[in-house]
């Protein structure tokens, strides 16, 4: 495990939830976590894995999945090296495993992509359920 996803829960539908992502020290470094292009996933039971947001090395460019906007927001703290995922007005078809991932190669003009493929650095992944 080189990043650690928290945050996850039961909720109802119509919570909110604020999911955080972070380097596990012992093996990808918080240096190159700050300077990674960081990507949330999710994947849901009998579903394949589909990106769901991501942001910039510099925090400044994000990336959504069209079902979430509006609704979820990322973001990055500087300060503590955190990636954050802010989940608003869930619903159940938000329930599913949520996984952050880093692309350990980036520079500073690597764009958000959206393929699982582009990032090479996982987290377990933290548990969402909404309840209606």
């Known amino acids: 495990v080189q990043l650690q996803a928290s945050g996850g829960g039961l909720v109802q539908a119509g919570d909110s939830l604020k999911l955080s992502c972070a380097a596990s020290r012992s093996t990808f470094s918080n240096y190159a976590f700050s300077r990674s292009v960081v990507g949330w996933f999710r994947q849901a039971p009998g579903k394949d894995r589909e990106f769901v947001a991501g942001v910039s090395r510099n925090g400044a460019d994000t990336r959504y999945l069209d079902s979430v906007k509006g609704r979820f927001a990322i973001s990055r703290d500087k300060a503590k090296n955190m990636v954050y995922l802010q989940l608003e007005s869930l619903s159940p078809d938000d329930t599913a495993v949520y996984y952050c991932?880093?692309?350990?190669?980036?520079?500073?003009?690597?764009?958000?992509?959206?393929?699982?493929?582009?990032?090479?650095?996982w987290g377990q992944g933290t548990l969402v359920t909404v309840s209606s």
């Open positions: 991932a880093a692309n350990s190669r980036s520079i500073l003009t690597t764009p958000v992509y959206d393929g699982p493929e582009m990032y090479d650095v």
